[in-house]
């Protein structure tokens, strides 16, 4: 008993094989280099000097700093580091500083147990990098990383295993050897993984709340102003991606609504609070869409008009607009079904308020009086505040910055701006000729993708339109449509290029590269299409995975939900517990294996070949060469080299002559 304690605190205490200590911190900077994305550039840059001056204390023998000056460091980088994430959420200062920890812990690694320790940290660190990202390329990063972090454990491990060996015997042995060992261990671990991918049920991201404030950078807001909207086209940051279940919209038709402005103090338009609103009672079936919306700071959703029903629990408003139950801190899945032909009403409460015109634009207000006096109907109105647009106004990401009275500023002097401008000025008119109005926020458009047949549209796609109620129903008016026709016909992207504000916070943007490059385009599409399925059947799997369960075992109740999970695990670790305590010779080395298998086949042929308990290798090799003269030759070439080989077990050049030899040998049997 104190002989097998001595051993284990020996073997703790122990310092790695070289080959497993660079193996080791190999995995370590795999494990942080996401992390570098996340962390404050300073923190990066110590991180990177300290990985390279314990690579360089592992190649080249530098000596170990003292310790005070460590001490010293390690409250030093631990206090700053405190100190600059506060601004930050939570859960991502204590990733930063389990980074950090880790890093300094590599300065004092010295033991098997320090190694431990380490690569038990790498393993949290892993799954932290989910919490930033879960595109295809940071999955298969991650695979890569934990292949890494096994094939360490595997090095660590095998040096315990075989005892105190030489390091050039350790180093020699543990190059490749433990990537394939790791390699194997994941591929005996795929089929119980693909199983818990399918049964197990999901359990909600918690960790995902405190990540709110980085989430959502871009989007619209809850409010609207001259100019907002403008800065979207800074941002190529993914809004959302919708799949349709038959045709795709027509192009012209692809209004997304996100909100509707009703209020409208002047300066800015704003929603109102009081809509009433019911839930969707859900959906059986994936709709006539689907919608993967990014994550962003409120729960607003972007829907055609007029939704009919969507994923249940979603939230449809008397505006026709649709809200999730809590704002979008993860990527959401909801699938919505239009209504072609849907009966409009609007209360007097509704239509009283679509109305309302706060006072001042004095010139806006007298021209409109001057139509209405000239007898102009609603819809003339309509057509002559399009004309004016078409005929004396331009379309521009730089506009001159509105003051005072902005409508009549834009509409009488400055006659330039983007979609919120002219939607404004549309909206506030058209309220003043006695046609209740509200202005939409959404988005117009997205690109197309071929190769999986979805729409992708991007924070610039961002728009601002007006609905009018004329004829007893609300009908869309677009003045932007008035003066940039190929904004709505072609695209953003086509007819802003060139304009200095768009894509600016992304100069080295790939859609700008991709004017010089046209192969690029095509390889961001097959990529995006990679990531799209990886969303919409990896990551998006739990959407589905009551519906399949469903149709697998019918209704679904507690007690089958528990016995789908444990009877396969109970299934798996049964088959492992008979695989390892299965009946099996035992052999002490795979020299005597092999030398089994060899008697076996000889002795198919005649018996008398067979090997006896109490021969030797070398007894029963001479037998052999008796038997079988033809054969002398290969059986003692491959009896002197299994000698070689049993004498001296951490030479591969010995082992490796074993193995030719036998191998030749089984060719001539």
Avoid at 333 to 354: C, G, P, W
Avoid at 436 to 448: K, N
Avoid at 469 to 495: F, K, S, Y
């Amino acid at each position: 008993m104190s002989l097998f304690a001595h051993q284990r605190s020996e073997s703790k205490s122990a310092l790695p094989a070289l080959s497993a200590r660079r193996w080791l911190l190999f995995s370590t900077v795999l494990c942080m280099l996401p992390q570098a994305l996340n962390m404050p550039v300073w923190m990066s840059v110590v991180s990177g000097v300290l990985l390279v001056y314990v690579g360089l204390r592992l190649n080249r023998g530098l000596a170990e700093p003292p310790r005070l000056l460590k001490v010293l460091a390690v409250l030093v980088i631990l206090a700053t580091a405190a100190l600059s994430v506060l601004d930050r959420s939570m859960l991502l200062g204590l990733v930063i500083l389990l980074v950090m920890a880790n890093t300094l812990k590599l300065l004092e690694f010295r033991t098997l147990r320090d190694a431990w320790v380490i690569a038990l940290v790498n393993c949290f660190i892993i799954a932290a990098a989910y919490l930033f990202s879960t595109s295809m390329l940071a999955g298969a990063y991650g695979v890569v990383s934990i292949i890494v972090l096994l094939a360490s454990l595997v090095a660590l491990h095998s040096e315990v295993q075989s005892g105190a060996i030489n390091e050039v015997a350790a180093a020699q042995s543990l190059r490749w050897q433990p990537v394939k060992t790791a390699g194997l261990l994941l591929l005996q671990a795929l089929p119980l993984a693909a199983l818990m991918f399918l049964v197990f049920p999901r359990i909600g991201p918690l960790w995902s709340l405190e990540l709110g404030s980085t989430a959502g950078r871009t989007g619209l807001s809850d409010s609207m102003a001259p100019g907002e909207i403008s800065n979207l086209l800074r941002s190529d940051e993914m809004a959302f991606r919708v799949s349709f279940s038959g045709e795709p919209v027509a192009e012209p038709e692809r209004y997304w609504r996100a909100m509707t402005f009703d209020s409208f103090d002047g300066q800015r338009w704003r929603i109102d609070a009081a809509q009433s609103q019911s839930q969707l009672s859900g959906i059986s079936s994936s709709g006539d869409y689907q919608v993967i919306a990014e994550p962003a700071t409120s729960s607003w959703l972007i829907a055609l008009t007029p939704v009919r029903t969507g994923t249940q629990g979603l939230k449809l408003f008397a505006d026709g607009t649709v809200r999730a139950p809590e704002p979008l801190q993860q990527r959401f899945t909801y699938n919505l079904a239009s209504e072609v032909d849907t009966k409009e009403s609007l209360s007097k409460e509704a239509y009283r308020r679509y109305l309302q015109v706060p006072a001042g634009n004095p010139r806006a207000r007298a021209l409109i009086d001057q139509w209405l006096a000239q007898g102009l109907t609603k819809s003339q109105i309509v057509k002559a505040i399009l004309q004016q647009y078409q005929q004396r106004f331009s379309y521009t990401l730089s506009p001159a910055r509105l003051q005072g009275d902005r409508v009549d500023e834009f509409f009488f002097s400055t006659r330039e701006g983007f979609c919120e401008h002219f939607a404004s000025a549309t909206g506030l008119m058209l309220r003043m000729a006695g046609i209740p109005t509200r202005v939409v926020g959404g988005y117009l458009g997205g690109e197309w993708n071929p190769y999986s047949q979805y729409l992708l549209i991007r924070q610039y796609d961002a728009h601002a339109w007006v609905e009018a109620w004329m004829d007893g129903r609300w009908q869309r008016i677009d003045p932007t449509a008035a003066v940039a026709p190929e904004r709505v016909r072609d695209g953003v992207e086509n007819l802003l290029q060139q304009s200095p504000g768009y894509l600016a916070n992304q100069p080295l943007n790939i859609l700008n590269l991709e004017r010089q490059f046209a192969l690029l385009a095509e390889l961001r599409l097959r990529y995006q299409s990679l990531n799209y399925n990886w969303h919409r059947w990896v990551l998006g799997y739990d959407s589905q995975q009551e519906d399949l369960l469903q149709d697998w075992l019918g209704n679904l109740n507690y007690l089958k939900s528990v016995l789908l999970i444990l009877l396969p695990v109970t299934v798996v670790l049964l088959f492992i517990g008979w695989w390892l305590l299965r009946a099996r010779p035992l052999y002490r080395d795979q020299i005597s294996l092999d030398t089994e298998r060899l008697s076996d086949r000889v002795s198919r042929q005649d018996p008398n070949l067979a090997r006896s308990s109490d021969e030797t290798l070398q007894q029963y090799s001479q037998r052999l060469c008796q038997a079988l003269p033809e054969l002398s030759e290969v059986l003692s070439g491959w009896s002197d080299a299994a000698g070689k080989a049993q004498y001296d077990v951490s030479s591969n050049a010995n082992m490796k002559h074993y193995k030719r030899s036998l191998r030749k040998l089984r060719r001539r049997l």
